[in-house]
């Protein structure tokens, strides 16, 4: 039986499938996908098997098993795993998916060399201890997980917030109630997550073995319109952002951060 908190999130990403990757997908997410595909590479070869934990449309699912892994989606919502199952048999990949949640992952394969929880996924769950004790025990020792969360400060959110005199948007991270926003009116409770709290709750079964912010000073996916209209200085602050991203403070207060764990063996 799942919870209020859990089935809020379902509904919530139900309601958008059939406008996610119209709505959701642009350039700067794009973008962002290789860098995290950059990341997959360097840590496991082609072939590799993939656990993909909310999976949703199967955008990245898709995409790596046309690079050669092995993948599973899973997500809690159905009719995201119905349109990535559609749109797998389209591209002409042999990605499965499985609707499931993260919190619940029993009954599935052991032997996984990575698991990916992409945009925010993590960031939906009330329980990250029991996220990571479910995910480690489908992954092989040694092998790694690669999450993009996001953290209690956004400095794009907060710079434009207080350019505008807007207080509320400024730190909305910060606050406990944060409700999500953009799903048809359907909404739930989004938990935001410092580096280091993160990290404290996959610890018992997990190493931190490298962690970047993403999009500090360039423009984050919701602020495409900005990209478009000054791509130079996008393209600049990109750049810049590649320099900053490992530094410890620059980590905690970009748009996301891209942490990577090894399972102990």
């Not at 599973?72 to 990605?95: F, N, T």
């Not at 029993?106 to 004790?133: I, T, Y």
């Not at 005199?165 to 997550?193: C, E, I, P, Q």
Request: aromatic share 10%; with cysteine; hydrophobic share 40%.
């Amino acid at each position: 039986m799942i919870s209020g908190h859990t089935n809020n999130v379902l509904e919530s990403f139900d309601n958008i499938a059939d406008i996610f990757d119209e709505e959701f997908e642009n350039g700067i997410t794009r973008h962002l996908r290789q860098q995290i595909y950059g990341t997959i590479h360097w840590l496991i070869p082609d072939g590799g098997s993939i656990l993909d934990i909310n999976c949703g449309t199967g955008i990245d699912a898709i995409a790596l098993a046309q690079q050669g892994y092995s993948v599973c989606g899973i997500d809690l919502a159905p009719k995201m795993v119905e349109r990535a199952r559609k749109k797998s048999v389209q591209a002409g990949v042999p990605a499965r998916f499985m609707v499931s949640s993260f919190e619940r992952l029993e009954g599935m394969d052991s032997s996984f060399d990575l698991a990916l929880s992409n945009f925010g996924g993590l960031n939906c769950v009330e329980r990250l201890d029991k996220v990571a004790e479910q995910t480690a025990a489908r992954i092989k020792p040694g092998g790694h997980m690669v999450c993009v969360v996001m953290p209690r400060l956004c400095l794009w959110e907060t710079i434009v917030g207080l350019s505008q005199f807007d207080f509320h948007s400024a730190f909305r991270r910060l606050r406990k109630n944060v409700m999500a926003t953009g799903f048809r009116g359907k909404t739930f409770s989004v938990h935001y997550h410092s580096p280091r709290q993160f990290a404290q709750s996959f610890g018992r079964w997990f190493d931190v073995c490298d962690v970047r912010g993403l999009n500090i000073l360039s423009p984050p996916p919701h602020a495409m319109r900005f990209a478009d209209r000054h791509p130079g200085f996008s393209s600049f602050l990109e750049t810049v952002d590649g320099v900053i991203a490992g530094f410890p403070v620059c980590r905690s207060i970009g748009d996301h951060y891209l942490m990577t764990l090894r399972k102990r063996s």
